[in-house]
């Protein structure tokens, strides 16, 4: 099941440190087949609420290849390249099959 890799960051610095981490960041998901699905701004259009900041959307092909991502030494080299120059939230989280339906989460409570 793909599993996502989410972040949601705001503040960012955008300075030679993320331009050095932006310029490496693609080799280090290649190994592990992960890809872009939503980078930065992405022309968004807020419906409800208020929302600030970027969001990235990473797509690997399980949570074993996400969590091998993340903790390759690769990534946890540039890591801080961007750590400190952007707050933010990071997740991982598993896609849902092409059938799902929105009641299929009360069969898990």
Partial sequence: MTTYA???L???AFGAEIIAYL??????????????VLHGDGNKR????SFSG???MLSFPSRSAAEAWYASPA???ILPLR????????????????DHKA???LQKG
């Avoid at 310029?23 to 872009?36: K, L, Q, S, V």
């Avoid at 807020?46 to 609420?49: A, D, M, R, S, Y």
Wanted: charged share 25%.
């Fill in 6 to 8: 989410l972040a949601h």
């Fill in 10 to 12: 705001r503040n960012v």
């Fill in 46 to 49: 807020v419906l409800e609420g």
């Fill in 103 to 105: 009641t299929d989460i």
């Fill in 54 to 56: 970027d969001v990235v």
């Fill in 23 to 36: 310029e490496a960041i693609d080799a280090t998901m290649a190994p592990f087949g992960g890809r872009f």
């Fill in 75 to 77: 990534y946890q080299a």
């Fill in 83 to 98: 750590t400190r120059n952007a707050d933010g939230d990071v997740l991982l989280i598993d896609g849902v099959d092409d």
